[in-house]
């Protein structure tokens, strides 16, 4: 059974950090592309960042870019987000995601892309 499990969430100030993580256990997730996305209540589903199988591509959001920083080691957490300079408006419910594809990232910012969801970590930004 596939299952995928964030943690990292929390309050943080505005400015500060947080480094979300996603666990995967079920199977190797070295072939697969992984994604990041945020939700709020009574929103639709956003990719904030995506990374192909190998780590070759990533994609940010624009509303992201230059703050957040997708990474994976498929030895360790199939991946990770680096969350820096945090704004109110970055406050949601995160989730990671995963599907077997060789697609880019670029190609991958839908949430009907992706095959497996793990149940999110909240992340509030306030003061």
């Known amino acids: 059974q596939v299952q995928l499990v964030e943690s990292g969430g929390g309050l943080v100030q505005p400015g500060g950090s947080l480094r979300l993580s996603c666990t995967a256990s079920?199977?190797?997730?070295?072939?697969?592309?992984m994604g990041w996305f945020r939700q709020a209540p009574g929103k639709e589903r956003e990719c904030v960042a995506s990374i192909n199988w190998s780590g070759g591509n990533t994609y940010y959001a624009d509303s992201v870019k230059g703050r957040f920083t997708i990474s994976r080691d498929n030895a360790k957490n199939p991946v990770s987000l680096q969350m820096n300079s945090l704004k109110p408006e970055d406050t949601d419910a995160y989730y990671c995601?995963?599907?077997?594809?060789?697609?880019?990232?670029?190609?991958?910012?839908?949430?009907?892309?992706?095959?497996?969801w793990g149940q999110g970590t909240q992340v509030i930004v306030s003061s």
């Open positions: 995601a995963a599907v077997r594809t060789t697609l880019s990232a670029m190609a991958l910012t839908s949430p009907k892309v992706y095959a497996y």
């Open positions: 079920g199977r190797n997730f070295g072939s697969y592309a």
